[in-house]
């Protein structure tokens, strides 16, 4: 699996724009970038996914470098539920192909 | 509601023992699969399957057997269960080649 770089945290205060910076310098054709975010003592959340144009939903933004070597998860305005460790992971859309969690980066959101 | 149920949401047990973990999905998916995340360690993948089969098993040991009675069920069933299987086993589940979507966990303690 092609591998991701992410800062291991970030801190923002709410009501910010945070910006989460995601490296995959050797990402393959087929492979999306999923992020997904995890709180403490709960399951992975599902947050976006693209393959090569920048999306949006209605937790973030998603901006994909136009090489695909590089994205960025765009929070806007971002409350204290915000806070989680957040994974930015390769995927192939194969049958049954897996996700493969790293560290992540921890996102701090204070008052 | 939740989508996808796991239960019991926490396990204790003896070492040697055997204990099956459940896990159903009501989202219509038609891959589930299986991670565990032990303390302070990435989630890791163990199992995924797609139309009741198995697709990829990334665990070396035969102790963790997949079980899939329904097409939304994949119970875990570990046996000779050893202090370091003390987890957190996380269910997740898909349309297939889609975005995968996590359950609550179990937290299992071996003693």
């Known amino acids: 699996d092609a591998k991701t770089t992410q800062p291991d945290s970030m801190e923002s205060t709410e009501g910010e724009t945070v910006h989460l910076p995601c490296s995959h310098a050797?990402?393959?054709?087929?492979?999306?970038i999923y992020w997904y975010r995890q709180v403490p003592l709960q399951g992975p959340e599902y947050v976006t996914h693209?393959?090569?144009q920048n999306t949006t939903n209605s937790m973030a933004f998603l901006a994909i470098a136009s090489d695909r070597k590089s994205s960025t998860l765009i929070l806007p305005h971002v409350s204290l539920r915000d806070a989680a460790v957040y994974h930015c992971i390769l995927r192939v859309a194969s049958t049954g192909s897996k996700l493969s969690f790293g560290k992540g980066a921890k996102l701090t959101v204070s008052p | 509601d939740p989508k996808i149920i796991q239960k019991p949401k926490y396990l204790v047990a003896v070492t040697g023992s055997e204990k099956i973990l459940i896990c159903e999905q009501y989202?219509?998916?038609?891959?589930m699969y299986w991670y565990r995340q032990s303390a302070k360690k990435p989630l890791e993948f163990m199992f995924s399957y797609s139309y009741q089969k198995l697709m990829d098993n990334q665990t070396a040991s035969s102790r963790f057997q997949p079980q899939s009675s329904k097409k939304n069920h994949l119970d875990l069933q570990i046996t000779a269960l050893k202090p370091d299987d003390s987890a957190t086993y996380f269910c997740a589940s898909s349309r297939i080649q889609d975005t995968q979507y996590f359950g609550p966990g179990t937290r299992l303690l071996v003693l």
């Open positions: 989202l219509g998916h038609n891959a």
């Open positions: 050797t990402i393959s054709g087929n492979e999306y």
């Open positions: 693209g393959l090569q």
